[in-house]
């Protein structure tokens, strides 16, 4: 589909959009996303509203980071939206895979697996100029992530922007210098930058085929056939047929059995791309985190797209029953991945949150005493655990997690914001008023629309009043 522009957008969105503008200008950042994203819910391919859109949702992240407590939560309450835009993806519907991943980069715009998941719904719904945007923005936060520059540099290509693809390359070549991959990227982007200087773009649009150029015609049919955003069915087959040639060259490089396994995904070959992976996982030892993430990831997709078999088929006690069986799923994957991996306190303290939610508080329990020797997530364990101990009416030892969390803040950001207001309701509820009143008023100087905060405030000095 082509661009929106602002002339060619309908009255209603340039009225939202010129507002959305206004309101980044006066810095009410909230109000602007929420502009922003009306206009491309109306117009999809309004892509300065997009972009405006993401230059805002960073910005108000930058200024208002996520704290560790709330991103622990966005991870997994992201749950659902992923595999709702995978399962959009699965089934073609591409824009509205885009839809929902928006919503992800709401909270996070700057978490990069929900930026590959849109840059591959883009992809897929042939609008790379909608990733372009997004990983542009990200990399003047992210400028040394070799991966992104790679993506980023691809797409400059794709869309015969060879300028801005070989300054992405020659960024990549100096971070890797020693990666042949990395030089071949640059070479090319060199070679068909000088072209477009050089006329020889002329001479191909006359009749001399670009493939007659590069000496090596096979590999320059892969290349085409790679950086198609929609493919066939040939040009899958043949790029299946492709990466396992490399995988028996070199049986030991995991990157072609995931790349053969995202292949696979892609095209909705789940079962194949999770056989692949746990090959993969095998050349590896079995000890690598990140592939049996995305074994689970790939499985998921595989449920949602026989929920959405099912729900069209109106199989309604059939989809409960799945949806039931997903659920099972997440919870015992989490389980078997804090076995497998026991020294990583980061899967302690993620499942720590899980069993939280589903009222396993001695199970939780557990996990978070151990994550307390993270770094990291150390002040969130304490936080949580104090959760804990509060949810059983252990409210001495809930207290004292709660101060000690407290106390290792000294900057009242959202982390900071969340723990005084649970040690405040704590402290309410064991007749402790005054000393919850001045949790409750420290996050009110610097934040009146923070939960109820100011209700509970203003209740409290009505209270002395009366």
Not at 317 to 338: G, L, T, Y
């Amino acid at each position: 589909m082509a661009e929106v522009t602002l002339e060619q957008a309908p009255p209603k969105v340039r009225d939202m959009f010129n507002r959305g503008f206004s309101a980044m200008e006066r810095g009410n950042l909230e109000y602007a996303i929420d502009m922003f994203a009306a206009c491309i819910h109306m117009e999809p391919n309004f892509h300065r509203a997009r972009r405006f859109l993401r230059a805002a949702e960073i910005k108000q992240f930058k200024n208002k980071p996520a704290s560790q407590i709330t991103s622990a939560v966005n991870m997994l309450t992201s749950i659902p939206a992923t595999v709702a835009a995978q399962a959009f993806l699965s089934s073609g519907k591409a824009m509205q895979a885009l839809e929902n991943i928006e919503k992800l980069l709401r909270k996070e715009p700057l978490n990069m697996s929900h930026i590959k998941l849109l840059v591959r719904a883009a992809e897929v719904a042939g609008e790379p100029e909608i990733a372009i945007q997004t990983l542009a923005l990200t990399r003047e936060h992210f400028g040394a992530d070799t991966a992104l520059l790679e993506s980023l540099g691809k797409l400059y290509m794709e869309t015969d922007q060879p300028r801005l693809g070989r300054e992405c390359f020659e960024r990549l070549v100096e971070l890797k210098p020693n990666d042949p991959a990395a030089l071949k990227l640059l070479k090319d982007a060199m070679a068909i930058d000088s072209m477009t200087k050089d006329g020889w773009a002329e001479a191909a649009a006359a009749g001399t085929s670009f493939r007659k150029m590069i000496r090596d015609e096979k590999q320059a049919e892969m290349l085409e056939r790679e950086g198609k955003a929609v493919k066939g069915k040939d040009d899958i087959e043949a790029l299946i047929t492709e990466n396992k040639a490399r995988i028996q060259r070199e049986p030991a490089n995991i990157n072609y059995r995931r790349a053969l396994a995202t292949l696979y995904a892609n095209n909705k070959m789940y079962e194949a791309a999770i056989s692949t992976l746990q090959d993969a996982q095998v050349v590896a030892g079995g000890r690598d985190p990140s592939i049996d993430q995305t074994i689970t990831a790939t499985r998921l997709m595989a449920f949602e797209q026989e929920i959405a078999r099912l729900r069209e088929s109106n199989m309604l006690a059939a989809v409960e029953s799945k949806e039931q069986e997903r659920d099972s799923f997440i919870f015992n994957d989490f389980r078997e991945r804090v076995n497998r991996y026991p020294n990583d306190l980061g899967i302690k303290h993620d499942f720590g949150i899980l069993l939280f939610k589903n009222g396993q508080i001695n199970e939780a329990i557990q996990q978070f005493q151990a994550a307390q020797r993270h770094p990291q997530r150390r002040v969130s364990a304490m936080y949580h655990l104090g959760l804990c101990f509060r949810s059983k009416n252990q409210f001495d030892m809930a207290l004292e997690q709660l101060q000690k969390a407290s106390a290792e803040l000294p900057v009242m950001d959202e982390e900071k914001k969340d723990v005084l207001f649970d040690l405040g309701k704590t402290l309410e509820q064991v007749g402790r008023l005054p000393e919850a009143m001045e949790c409750f008023k420290q996050i009110y100087q610097v934040d009146i629309g923070y939960k109820d905060v100011a209700t509970r405030v203003e209740q409290g000095y009505q209270n002395k009043s009366g």
